[in-house]
């Protein structure tokens, strides 16, 4: 058994070394919120973040992952759902169909850590995911609701 530390719990899982995180996630630890998109790490559905920084987990072999990483995945971004990007993606009704959004928020999580009021370029070269329904634009004004929340 390995063990990995998801959302600040100790899980272990018996998943073949070159198994991608994405399905132990899914599979092993129920975590289903992290959705599977293309397999090759160009959409983004599948992001979670290793120790704060995003990753495209759907090609990241679960051995390249050690114990004492932190994984967060969309379950873990805020339980209660009042990430101030829940709350604006909500109150903008961001999604349509809603599968790539997981993995927006995850990234867009992970921009506000790096630049928590992010400049029009840093969003556009951050938020690389691709969403079916081309909500982008409700994205991005989310974003800067959220930046803007966290200021004041």
């Avoid at 599977?36 to 973040?49: D, K, M, N, P, S």
């Avoid at 370029?121 to 930046?147: D, K, P």
Wanted: glycine fraction near 10%; charged fraction near 15%; include cysteine.
């Amino acid at each position: 058994m390995a063990t990995l530390n998801v959302n600040g719990t100790v899980r272990t899982h018996d998943a073949e070394p070159d198994t991608p995180l994405l399905w132990v996630l899914r599979e092993q630890l129920g975590l289903t919120g992290t959705k599977y998109g293309c397999g090759i790490a160009q959409c983004g559905a599948c992001t979670v973040h290793i120790d704060g920084e995003p990753v495209r987990s759907c090609v990241r072999p679960v051995s390249s992952v050690g114990a004492a990483e932190k994984i967060t995945t969309i379950e873990g971004l805020s339980p209660d759902g009042q990430h101030p990007l829940q709350k604006a993606w909500v109150k903008l009704d961001v999604p349509q169909c809603g599968f790539c959004q997981s993995g927006m928020l995850m990234t867009a999580a992970a921009l506000m850590q790096r630049s928590p009021h992010p400049s029009a370029q840093q969003l556009r070269e951050a938020m690389t995911n691709i969403c079916r329904c081309g909500t982008y634009n409700r994205v991005q004004a989310a974003i800067l609701m959220a930046t803007s929340a966290a200021k004041g």
